[in-house]
């Protein structure tokens, strides 16, 4: 059963806190914002791979294309305004 976009956003919110986690998708190919102050301080490599360690296997066996913008809360505020 392909996940839906509920699914991966539970997946990465258990996965560690998140101000925001809003996923869009068709089952197959994903579209995520995610927002967390676990990536103050991190290159944008280094977040992503935080959340593919959030998704685990999932990123080989269900998801097969996920593409991520990964910001800080101050990073997501001034790019709210």
Do not use: W
């Not at 392909?2 to 998708?25: H, L, M």
């Not at 914002?33 to 301080?41: D, K, P, R």
């Not at 490599?45 to 913008?69: N, W």
Request: net charge negative; aromatic share 8%.
């Amino acid at each position: 059963m392909e996940p839906t976009p509920g699914d991966i956003e539970r997946y990465i919110a258990d996965g560690f806190d998140c101000e925001v986690v809003k996923v869009s998708g068709d089952g197959r190919h994903f579209e995520a914002l995610i927002v967390s102050v676990a990536f103050e301080g991190q290159s944008r490599i280094a977040r992503h791979q935080h959340v593919y360690r959030a998704l685990g296997d999932r990123m080989r066996q269900e998801i097969h294309a996920l593409s991520m913008r990964t910001l800080t809360p101050a990073e997501f505020r001034e790019s709210e305004q």
